[in-house]
């Protein structure tokens, strides 16, 4: 079975899909912590993130590895484990920016199709519903206020020993919704057949039961 969770930077798409997964025995893939290790990977190579310097070339050196260890997903790059450095800063709005590139979008899609045909899936994203799992028997789209995103936001990162301030979370959320929302290839966007679910006032037990039912529904 496939669940398609898309939504915007900071709704608890991660967080809730993970719980959820769990839940009911699921595997969980998060397809932004793959584009989130190509931007970091074009960071510590020192390649400005631009459609034309990701040459078929550059792709094919980027090697991404996903495993689970005590259940927990963990992010490899090229042998690295980054599961810790793709949540920087840095690796966010660099994620936003790569991602608008359609090769880059094209090699992590073939590898995100590939998992969803061997097991039940849970995946989170910005087009699974769209684009990447069109067929998916579940389709859920996940949103809250901006406000909401960025306390969210700050409160996660305040818990990792990493300074930030309102302000700057909130802009930084605000322009990867225009990024993600407003490129040419493979949009931000509500399926049409997608269960629209805003959680700006539920608490994330709340949001869990709900995404729980809504696939119990479907098996």
């Not at 996903?66 to 949540?87: A, C, H, P």
């Not at 789209?141 to 979370?169: H, N, P, Y």
């Not at 990024?179 to 997608?194: I, T, V």
């Amino acid at each position: 079975m496939k669940v398609a969770i898309d939504g915007p930077a900071g709704a608890g798409k991660s967080s809730i899909a993970k719980a959820v997964s769990k839940k009911l025995g699921f595997v969980y893939i998060d397809t932004g912590a793959m584009y989130r290790a190509v931007a970091v990977y074009a960071i510590e190579k020192g390649i400005e993130i631009k459609e034309e310097n990701f040459t078929q070339e550059v792709l094919d050196n980027i090697k991404i590895d996903i495993t689970y260890e005590d259940g927990t997903q963990k992010i490899f790059l090229l042998g690295k484990d980054v599961s810790e450095r793709i949540r920087e800063a840095d690796a966010s709005i660099g994620a936003s920016n790569v991602a608008v590139i359609p090769a880059v979008r094209l090699k992590l899609v073939e590898l995100q199709r590939t998992l969803a045909e061997k097991t039940s899936v849970i995946m989170d994203g910005r087009d699974i519903g769209t684009y990447v799992l069109p067929d998916a028997e579940v389709k859920i789209f996940l949103t809250a206020s901006s406000d909401v995103r960025a306390k969210r936001r700050l409160l996660e990162m305040k818990e990792k020993g990493m300074e930030a301030d309102f302000e700057t979370v909130k802009r930084d959320i605000e322009y990867r919704d225009k990024n993600d929302s407003e490129r040419e290839f493979a949009p931000l966007r509500q399926a049409e057949d997608a269960v629209l679910v805003d959680t700006s006032d539920m608490t994330i037990e709340e949001v869990i039961d709900r995404i729980t039912e809504i696939i119990r529904e479907e098996k």
